[in-house]
């Protein structure tokens, strides 16, 4: 077996999260207007969410729709996300432009890394592994990993409008494998999205390794984590 000498991270979702989620706000809003949502519904309309960002045909049609014109993607997104969690097509419609103005106005959650996150981290750098963080950002993000105090643990971050390839596509991958110096089979990749992270890693011909704590994903054909500190057995 060739010895991992790369670990590359995903950033938002992962490395980055929000807390409460956009997800969790967004359904007590429907609960507080008295719409019912059950705890599969929830999980269902996350497991579209993550679809969605991985660089679906959706995501990419909506991009270029409302290419100039921010308020009208985040309203559509509304709408994408209600029909996910079961409203019919009226409701979500009408419900769609309240909900995301209500998103924009108050949703201010805090950001935080898993508190194991740090720790692992050294454990990796310390024991001669390579690395990165790869991202399906359109624009460099070092100044955000300097604020949240990783920087000092990587040896590079790729953003995914540097090189035009958004996960999963295997391009973005091949670059951050060059970036690495290494070759696919002795680098792993770490995400929390199946369809984006995981899919793609993994036809790069990388180890995919699924971050899923909620356990979105359950039949996911790799290795899965639910907490950092899993990380360094599921590398072994």
């Not at 009408?94 to 720790?119: Q, R």
């Not at 949240?148 to 409008?161: K, V």
């Not at 993994?202 to 907490?227: N, T, W, Y």
Request: hydrophobic share 40%; aromatic share 12%; proline share 5%.
């Amino acid at each position: 077996m060739t010895r991992l000498r790369a670990v590359l991270f995903d950033l938002d979702g992962t490395l980055r999260h929000h807390l409460p989620t956009g997800g969790e706000v967004f359904v007590q809003y429907l609960k507080a207007r008295n719409i019912h949502i059950t705890h599969e519904e929830e999980l269902r309309a996350e497991r579209w969410e993550h679809f969605y960002f991985a660089y679906s045909l959706e995501i990419q049609t909506d991009r270029d729709r409302f290419k100039t014109d921010t308020k009208s993607f985040w309203i559509n997104f509304s709408q994408r996300r209600l029909t996910a969690l079961g409203l019919d097509k009226k409701q979500a419609t009408e419900l769609a432009p309240e909900i995301s103005a209500y998103m924009g106005s108050s949703y201010k959650p805090e950001v935080y890394i898993p508190e194991e996150a740090p720790m692992v981290l050294t454990q990796l750098k310390d024991s001669g592994h390579i690395l990165g963080v790869v991202s399906n950002r359109d624009e460099r993000f070092d100044e955000e990993l300097k604020d949240l105090r990783l920087d000092s643990y990587f040896d590079f971050t790729l953003a995914a409008g540097e090189v035009n390839s958004f996960k999963p596509d295997p391009l973005i991958f091949e670059h951050a494998l060059k970036l690495a110096g290494v070759t696919a089979n002795e680098a792993a990749y770490v995400g929390d999205n199946y369809f984006a992270d995981i899919v793609g890693s993994h036809r790069a011909g990388l180890m995919p390794v699924l971050f899923d704590p909620k356990q979105l994903f359950p039949d996911a054909e790799c290795a899965v984590i639910r907490s950092f500190d899993e990380l360094p057995n599921s590398l072994q």
